[in-house]
């Protein structure tokens, strides 16, 4: 395991290159990460050449009412560099969310959210994005896959486990974490 000095954007290079020599040591060719306006997916377009790549937006509405933040230009330059764009509803941010704001309790995607980020910002994220992924019908389920996640802007996190439906989480395995930063500054989602 990879253990960066800080978290953050300058790590995503190191993360794509990690994934790819992994990929190819695994015989695993599915790459899901997050991605926000299109950095880490870019990179990972150049990077995991050969790789089915999915990456996960953040939905529209996240940060302001009709707010997409991937731009429709990056996103139709990066499908048409091969990789499949998910605009949709996080797994760890919905109901139980409007729930807490609501009646201000906490639910228990909340608290999973919570004891994933235990493990950095970026373990979080990149087990959600392979949730959304799965339920999407984007990644076969029972096969393991690659995924990234980041603690703000940026790839920091890569771990190798097995696909899920979110109604099955208890069901994934992480298989191995190829790489996070050894401090995690809690930022980002």
Known sequence: MILFKEPGKTNTDDVLRCVKEKGEALGIKTCVLATTRGYTAERAAE??????????????????????????????QLEASGVKVLTCGHTFFGMGRAVRLRFNTYQVDEVIAETLKLFGAGLKVAVEVSLMAADAGLIRTGENVICVG????????????????????????????????????????
């Open 150 to 189: 980041g603690s703000g802007k940026g790839a920091d996190t890569a771990v190798v486990l097995r696909a899920v439906n979110t109604a099955d989480f208890f069901k994934m395995k992480i298989r191995e974490i190829l790489c996070k930063p050894a401090f995690d500054n809690g930022g980002g989602a």
């Open 47 to 76: 990077i995991l050449d050969g790789f089915d790549v999915v990456a996960v937006t953040h939905f529209t509405g996240l940060k302001g009412p009709n707010v997409q933040e991937l731009a429709p230009d990056t996103r139709t």
